[in-house]
């Protein structure tokens, strides 16, 4: 340890809670942002987020125990306010510094961060939201750990708030590019046939307010291009949600697994038979076309629009598509429903280009489905 990193250390422990949260932070800024900083800092970077603002360590590195409550809310009453206050052009690389793009965020960081952004979106924090949602698509919104804190979203707004719509409504505004995270990991998380309709219906709402949320990845321009695969857009989560509602009713679409999760949120329960919730999916399904057609008037480089429906993602929504196909009769009328909305899928993302490259496996695919006359008419025609 070097003097200068022994007298800082030194500095800042005999400071009080929770002024030493508010001066180490101002401490890793200046040390990143410095002329003379290098590589040898870095260590020092860490040994300084560990002790002193998330309390892991003590002084001699040791492992501290469980934070008290009063102290969890230091930390992120602390955060809050720097963020607020800080550079716009420093936030981000502070906030990777402090939740570094890992998969092995230690367990105790995690949790704080999944509190962190509860409450930024409670007091409407768009600096932190901005941050955490470009730390999702760098991560990857269905990772782990971005999935862990989007549950801690769901669970706080949706079972412990009866309303929980005047806390949410505004999120496009706030920060897009969360928003859209948000969407992705969610779509993830709860059953894809039966997605609690207050969720669908929040969504349906942000997605009217501003289509551009679902744009808003291609936006991003990662710290690091040689670990960032590619951006991640929330229109291939949800077109499954639509293309799937038809099968809501089979017995087999929610899974034990599937119950336990639902019965821990009293409010969040499946989607039962009604022509409200047959409006819901008709209308956002509509919506995600709509927004789709929009790409072609959109600022973003045509090879840019191929990452808002991926191949991949599609050929994995073709085959979920097909297994529940086999839980219903192939000619009832879910079954029509859902393959109409597929092709219209289909053709709309590729006449936008928002669908690109080699098609065939996605066609091999759609052999197999039950026989829908649209489906023939535009896999038919992309075929030429």
């Keep these: 340890?070097?003097?200068?990193?022994?007298?800082?250390?030194?500095?800042?422990?005999?400071?009080?809670?929770?002024?030493?949260?508010?001066?180490?932070?101002?401490?890793?800024?200046?040390?990143?942002?410095?002329?003379?900083?290098?590589?040898?800092?870095?260590?020092?970077?860490?040994?300084?987020?560990?002790e002193f603002v998330f309390s892991e360590i003590d002084r001699r590195g040791q492992p501290k125990r469980k934070l008290s409550e009063?102290?969890?809310?230091?930390?992120?009453?602390?955060?809050?306010?720097?963020?607020?206050?800080s550079r716009k052009e420093r936030r981000l690389a502070i906030f990777l510094l402090l939740f570094p793009c890992s998969s092995r965020l230690p367990e105790k960081r995690q949790s704080l961060?999944?509190?962190?952004?509860?409450?930024?979106?409670?007091?409407?924090?768009?600096?932190?939201?901005?941050?955490?949602?470009?730390?999702?698509?760098?991560?990857?919104?269905?990772?782990?750990?971005?999935?862990?804190?989007?549950?801690?979203?769901?669970?706080?707004?949706?079972?412990?708030?009866?309303?929980?719509t005047g806390y949410l409504v505004d999120l496009p505004e706030i920060s897009p590019v969360?928003?859209?995270?948000?969407?992705?990991?969610l779509t993830r998380i709860v059953p894809e046939t039966s997605p609690p309709l207050k969720v669908v219906?929040?969504?349906?709402?942000?997605?009217?307010?501003?289509?551009s949320v679902c744009f808003s990845p291609l936006e991003i321009l990662p710290p690091d291009p040689s670990h960032y695969t590619e951006p991640e857009s929330?229109?291939?989560?949800?077109?499954?949600?639509?293309?799937?509602?038809?099968?809501r009713e089979c017995k087999s679409d929610v899974s034990p697994y599937d119950k336990v999760i639902l019965s821990s949120h009293d409010s969040l329960k499946p989607i039962e038979k009604s022509d409200n919730s047959s409006n819901?999916?008709?209308?956002?399904?509509?919506?995600?076309?709509?927004?789709?057609?929009?790409?072609?008037?959109?600022?973003?480089?045509?090879?840019?629009?191929?990452?808002m429906v991926p191949i991949h993602e599609v050929i994995r929504m073709i085959k979920i598509v097909s297994s529940k196909c086999t839980c219903v009769n192939p000619s009832s009328d879910a079954v029509e429903v859902s393959m109409s909305r597929l092709a219209q899928m289909l053709q709309i993302a590729c006449a936008?280009?928002?669908?690109?490259?080699?098609?065939e496996d996605i066609f091999k695919l759609v052999h197999h489905l039950p026989y829908s006359r649209l489906l023939h008419i535009v896999t038919g025609f992309g075929r030429k």
């Excluded at 102290?71 to 720097?82: A, T």
């Excluded at 707004?157 to 309303?163: A, E, N, Q, S, T």
């Excluded at 969360?178 to 990991?185: G, K, M």
Aim: with cysteine; glycine share 4%; net charge negative.
């Design 113 to 164: 961060l999944a509190q962190l952004v509860s409450l930024a979106v409670a007091v409407k924090n768009s600096s932190i939201l901005q941050c955490v949602g470009m730390w999702m698509q760098y991560i990857g919104c269905t990772s782990t750990v971005s999935m862990y804190v989007a549950n801690t979203l769901l669970t706080d707004y949706f079972k412990v708030i009866p309303d929980c």
């Design 70 to 85: 009063i102290r969890e809310l230091q930390i992120l009453h602390s955060l809050c306010d720097y963020f607020s206050e």
């Design 280 to 307: 819901v999916f008709s209308c956002l399904h509509l919506m995600l076309l709509e927004t789709m057609m929009k790409s072609g008037q959109s600022r973003y480089d045509v090879t840019l629009l191929k990452y």
């Design 352 to 359: 936008s280009k928002c669908l690109q490259g080699n098609l």
């Design 1 to 50: 340890m070097t003097d200068v990193s022994l007298q800082l250390k030194n500095y800042l422990r005999k400071l009080d809670m929770p002024a030493v949260l508010s001066e180490t932070l101002c401490q890793i800024e200046e040390i990143t942002f410095s002329s003379d900083a290098s590589r040898s800092y870095q260590q020092l970077i860490t040994e300084l987020v560990e």
């Design 234 to 247: 929330p229109l291939c989560g949800l077109l499954l949600w639509c293309i799937l509602s038809p099968f």
């Design 178 to 185: 969360f928003c859209a995270s948000l969407i992705v990991a």
């Design 201 to 211: 219906e929040l969504i349906s709402q942000w997605i009217g307010s501003s289509s």
